[in-house]
């Protein structure tokens, strides 16, 4: 019953959809401008429509971008950050940063006078230190940290890219700052504690919370140095944060952020049209045409690092058969993808790395033959198909602006080459969930980065400590590959990591344990007023700039 | 009238048997792991799942499980839903007033319009306004309602502008919820953001209002009509007509009162198909209601959430559809003489 009533509602959506979408597109060509709707009291706060629910508050706990879009910039400061222009590291809660001769020692030193969060269920009564940076990163590996087995220890970022098995100890030099010595010298370890899932929490909150007896609240209430803090979560709903009144880098962020959870990619364009909400993420291709035609939306593309790709569960028959994949591989018709799903708003992808990383080199891509496809899958010993299911994400990402129906033209590619697919949908946060207990015979998803660094592509997703962690979606071990990975974080040396990451993409588009499919563009549509929304290469979004300017 | 109300009580018991029954049944019915089924906890521990054996008696009969379930409903413990992991009692009590508060203004709505435009189609009856008014309520009928929303949505929200497409107020307004019925809380706070928020709220609640109050409109239209021309061809109608009372008289002073009683009983019936309607309109304009949290969660297979909502549900439309009954047969003495109780 419960299936024929999601079909039914699945039905039903489509059909809103289509009506929305129609209205949309009707109403933006016909009627132009829309007379301004009543604004009252909307100058001191801004509403930005998101896809999905946050998972946690905590961005150490979670790699999931819709989250961190939401959380990690607005309520977080990491010690350092990437320029998105320059790709330099630039100072934020740290002010600068020795590295020691033999780059096993890094020392921070910290800014002073930055004040944590002060709500309603906390008031700090000093501002930050090194005690707090201290616990922060402990938390990650060391098992004595109090908070460590909070949340099952699942710190899925830090545990993929091994960072829990270099930082040897973090030592306290002075009260303003810190030492982390390592095990080895790693060329990516800068970059990621420059990542928004490196942020600084409050050891005080959480010595608070620990002597209450209340760890599990540690991560859902927050406490951060951001420009915004935590006011409420109600779920399926909505999420408030209000301004920072302490926040160390300015004065002038809005008085109140909220963000309008409204999974419905259309309805998010609607609300848009009706100024219910400020900024929109991810607005659907369809309708990027008909929103720039407004006088007072303004549509941002900025070029992103990711990529969107399908990944096969290798674990599970007949997936671990590197034939099966690439006859299923060579059966899709990505230029189809490519016109149907990015309207062109994409990059065919020729590598997992994107052409705008500094260490990408053009793959030979398997191509549409579905000839060839048959013939991989008799060779592979299954002449009459087989079945199988297809994950399909429910939300849109950059990576894919709609899973739905990229997973429909696969479907009916497939069934040329004689394998019959069900597509799988489940809520979002259910379906990473899912993913990660490698429930799945394939799926399409794909990765974001958060630093510039190449590695970022490889270690959080195909490592084998990825596998482990459940954020390999293609379930792939491969200890050659990880050797190859080691080795190009082993050096500084940029034409030697580059011959690294040359062999390790070529790797992966012989063995297929996913296909990369595009990198898509990132676009977010704003209302006119709304200023100071930057779009980044990578990361998530940050909001610490928004203000609006009524004229 | 004590004889009639036992006869309702142990009917209502029954009903409530039978549908703690099978909710409870569901837990067998649905598929995947029992004890999830059950508490809601997915990956358990092994101590965990030896407590959660102990606490839902799954090594016992069916019927002891049964008899723990029920009294766990009445201690208020419906289990923990599966994608919030809060529990379900939780969410209902969070959303259920979102609901009823809509229903209610759509009621009030129907009753407002529904039952004035019954008496004008009698009073007028084959003439130019019954007319109108019965093909109008014609069309009302046969609306699809989420249809109407979509087309009342591209109208108003997109084209014109004029009301916004969802939620019960601006996101901006910040009132904390202490009975979770927007009006009266925002009432209780004393009318913050000088009033302007109590209005964004009407504001918000125009629409969905309109679209869920549609089909009852036209019933109880519908219902008027046809009890009044009854009650108009009865003698006592015809004498006062003969005694020469005018139009007004015999319909206000005479006719109404009898005519309303089934249309009292109407009301309190159409509490199910609203709660029904009141899901779809959820689901189109964001309401945050129960009707959207229960599709929500059958897209997302959350089964403890599927079965409490279902029981928070039906067991809101029995004590509404009883309260109805009870108050219809204390206005029309008649109707307690049945021997048999029927919902």
Wanted: hydrophobic share 45%; charged share 20%; glycine share 4%.
């Amino acid at each position: 019953m419960v299936a024929k009533m999601t079909d039914l509602l699945h039905i039903c959506q489509k059909y809103k959809e289509a009506v929305f979408a129609a209205a949309t597109t009707m109403f933006v060509s016909a009627c132009g401008d829309v007379p301004d709707a009543k604004q009252t009291n909307k100058t001191q706060g801004i509403v930005y429509c998101a896809e999905a629910n946050p998972v946690s508050f905590n961005p150490q706990v979670t790699t999931t971008g819709s989250t961190i879009d939401i959380i990690a910039n607005q309520l977080y400061n990491s010690l350092i950050s990437i320029d998105p222009v320059t790709a330099e590291f630039k100072p934020e809660l740290a002010t600068e940063w020795l590295i020691s001769d033999d780059g096993k020692k890094i020392t921070f030193k910290l800014r002073k006078d930055v004040q944590f969060h002060s709500t309603d269920y906390f008031t700090p009564t000093r501002t930050m230190n090194a005690d707090d940076v201290i616990f922060s990163f402990s938390r990650l590996f060391d098992v004595y940290n109090p908070y460590h087995f909070v949340q099952d220890a699942n710190y899925p970022y830090f545990q993929s890219v091994g960072m829990d098995q270099l930082i040897r100890k973090i030592v306290k030099v002075d009260d303003y700052s810190v030492r982390f010595e390592l095990f080895s010298a790693e060329s990516s370890l800068l970059s990621n504690i420059a990542t928004d899932f490196a942020v600084i929490l409050s050891e005080e909150y959480a010595m608070l919370r620990a002597s209450q007896d209340k760890k599990h609240l540690f991560d859902s209430l927050p406490i951060g140095t951001g420009p915004y803090k935590y006011k409420h979560f109600l779920r399926d709903n909505l999420v408030r944060f209000h301004k920072h009144d302490g926040y160390w880098k300015h004065d002038y962020a809005v008085d109140q952020l909220v963000y309008d959870i409204t999974t419905n990619n259309t309805t998010r364009i609607a609300k848009m049209l009706t100024k219910e909400c400020d900024i929109t993420s991810h607005p659907s291709a369809t309708q990027l045409e008909a929103l720039s035609q407004r006088q007072d939306i303004v549509v941002d593309q900025a070029v992103n690092l990711n990529v969107g790709y399908w990944a096969f569960n290798t674990e599970k028959p007949p997936f671990d058969n590197v034939l099966v994949r690439k006859a299923l591989a060579h059966s899709i018709d990505f230029d189809k993808i490519m016109q149907a799903v990015f309207y062109g708003n994409g990059i065919a992808a020729q590598s997992i790395l994107p052409p705008s990383s500094w260490a990408f080199t053009e793959q030979a891509m398997p191509y549409y033959n579905p000839k060839v496809a048959k013939q991989y899958l008799s060779e592979a010993g299954y002449p009459d198909g087989f079945e199988m299911t297809l994950w399909a994400m429910p939300v849109s990402r950059i990576y894919n602006p709609n899973a739905r129906k990229m997973a429909e033209l696969i479907q009916s590619d497939l069934r040329q080459i004689g394998i019959r697919t069900r597509i799988v949908e489940y809520e979002w946060n259910t379906f990473i969930e899912r993913i990660g207990q490698h429930e799945h015979d394939s799926v399409l998803l794909g990765w974001a980065a958060d630093t510039p660094d190449p590695d970022n592509f490889f270690s959080p997703l195909l490592s084998c400590t990825a596998t482990f962690t459940g954020k390999n979606p293609a379930n792939w071990c491969n200890p050659e590959f990880d050797l190859l990975l080691t080795q190009a974080l082993d050096t500084n040396d940029l034409k030697m990591r580059k011959f690294y990451y040359q062999q390790a993409q070529e790797m992966l588009i012989e063995e297929l344990p996913l296909v990369p499919i595009a990198h898509g563009v990132r676009f977010q549509a704003r209302s006119a007023e709304i200023a100071g929304a930057e779009l980044r290469p990578f990361g998530g979004v940050s909001l610490a700039n928004v203000r609006k300017e009524v004229k | 009238m004590l004889d009639y109300l036992f006869r309702r009580l142990s009917l209502l018991l029954f009903m409530l048997f039978a549908l703690t029954a099978f909710t409870f049944s569901l837990n067998y019915l649905f598929p995947g792991d029992l004890l999830t089924n059950f508490s809601g906890q997915v990956n358990t521990s092994f101590s965990q799942s030896q407590m959660l054996e102990e606490k839902y008696h799954i090594d016992d009969n069916v019927l002891v499980q049964y008899g723990a379930f029920v009294s766990r409903l009445f201690q208020g413990d419906w289990g923990v839903s599966l994608s919030s992991g809060q529990t379900v009692a939780s969410h209902v009590a969070l959303l259920l007033p979102a609901t009823l508060e809509l229903c209610f203004y759509a009621l009030v709505v129907a009753i407002l319009l529904g039952i004035p435009a019954g008496i004008i189609t009698s009073a007028y009856h084959k003439k130019w306004p019954d007319k109108v008014i019965s093909t109008l309520t014609l069309l009302g009928f046969s609306i699809p309602v989420f249809w109407l929303a979509l087309l009342l949505i591209m109208v108003f929200c997109l084209g014109f502008g004029w009301f916004p497409m969802s939620g019960r107020i601006g996101l901006l307004y910040e009132i904390p919820a202490v009975t979770n019925f927007i009006l009266l809380d925002i009432w209780l706070l004393g009318f913050p953001y000088g009033g302007q928020a109590f209005l964004d709220a009407l504001h918000h609640l125009a629409l969905p209002t309109v679209v869920l109050a549609m089909y009852p409109t036209t019933v109880l239209t519908r219902f008027t009509r046809d009890s009044m021309l009854n009650v108009l061809e009865q003698n006592y109608i015809k004498t006062a007509r003969a005694k020469g009372l005018n139009r007004r008289q015999i319909i206000l002073d005479h006719a109404l009162r009898n005519a309303l009683l089934p249309v009292i009983k109407q009301i309190g019936l159409q509490f199910s198909t609203l709660i029904t309607l009141a899901m779809v309109t959820e689901v189109i304009f964001s309401w945050p209601g129960v009707g959207r949290w229960l599709i929500d969660s059958i897209y997302q297979r959350d089964y403890p959430a599927i079965q409490g909502g279902l029981l928070a549900v039906s067991m809101f439309v029995i004590f509404a559809n009883m309260l109805a009954d009870l108050t219809h047969s204390l206005l029309d003495p008649v109707s307690r003489n049945q021997s048999h109780g029927k919902v």
